[in-house]
């Protein structure tokens, strides 16, 4: 079993859609309560994170990352909150946008820290990490969460259908079967007394076609059936 593995998952179009339907209407009470600047979201997969040693951590009680943040993302917030920046804004901002990602993603006691994570435990192939951009006509900044966050606020997925055995699925289905076999000699006096309808016993191999063929010319064609328990070969006219 391989050490270490990383959580992965292909986050389709319905799970992205339905991740943003919700972070969309926390913002839109965000901006009906909180913001003079009113803020726009956008949510995709992410597959870089920019200027990664330069962000925040978000961790929860328990010390688990949960989100990354823009080191420049109070700036943003006291434009939309304040309508200004200020230095001396930044303890309240900082408090205030706290209490904000708590309802934001739905979590308690989170807290912002020095990032001490490495690249690769976010970014990597199958990786569920999702980017979110917050935006107003001042400025943007980015959010972004971890894999495991993301992971479990998705839908379970549905187990795959086991296959069923060929004989159950094809028992109530009808099959059109042709059956043809390989070039066999007759005697030449046999072969011209041959008449449609007339049956004959053959051991020729059932998996190979027959076709009754006279001077390079396709006589009679044979389909497979049974004369008193024995294989035979019924001729009908090509």
């Not at 600047?37 to 995709?44: G, M, T």
């Not at 001077?215 to 389909?223: A, D, I, L, M, S």
């Amino acid at each position: 079993m391989k050490k270490n593995a990383k959580p992965y998952r292909i986050i389709n179009s319905i799970e992205l859609q339905h991740l943003t339907h919700q972070f969309q209407e926390v913002l839109l009470h965000w901006n009906k309560t909180h913001f003079i600047e009113p803020i726009e979201l956008e949510v995709s997969c992410c597959s870089e994170i920019y200027k990664f040693n330069e962000t925040q951590l978000i961790n929860d009680r328990n010390d688990s990352p949960i989100a990354l943040i823009d080191q420049d993302y109070l700036p943003f917030l006291q434009k939309s909150i304040f309508g200004e920046v200020s230095y001396c804004l930044d303890q309240v901002s900082s408090e205030i946008f706290i209490r904000l990602l708590n309802d934001f993603l739905s979590m308690d006691s989170l807290q912002t820290t020095r990032n001490s994570t490495h690249y690769n435990e976010w970014i990597y192939p199958g990786s569920a990490s999702l980017i979110l951009t917050f935006s107003h006509n001042k400025g943007l900044f980015h959010l972004y969460l971890h894999p495991n966050w993301v992971l479990a606020h998705l839908q379970p997925q549905n187990s795959p259908t086991p296959l069923t055995g060929l004989e159950l699925t094809l028992a109530s289905k009808k099959l059109t079967l042709t059956i043809e076999f390989a070039a066999f000699r007759l005697p030449l006096g046999k072969l011209l007394n041959l008449q449609v309808g007339n049956i004959i016993k053959t051991d020729h191999a059932l998996n190979k076609p027959l076709l009754v063929q006279y001077n390079n010319q396709t006589v009679c064609e044979g389909e497979i059936g049974r004369l008193l328990q024995h294989k035979s070969i019924q001729l009908t006219r090509s």
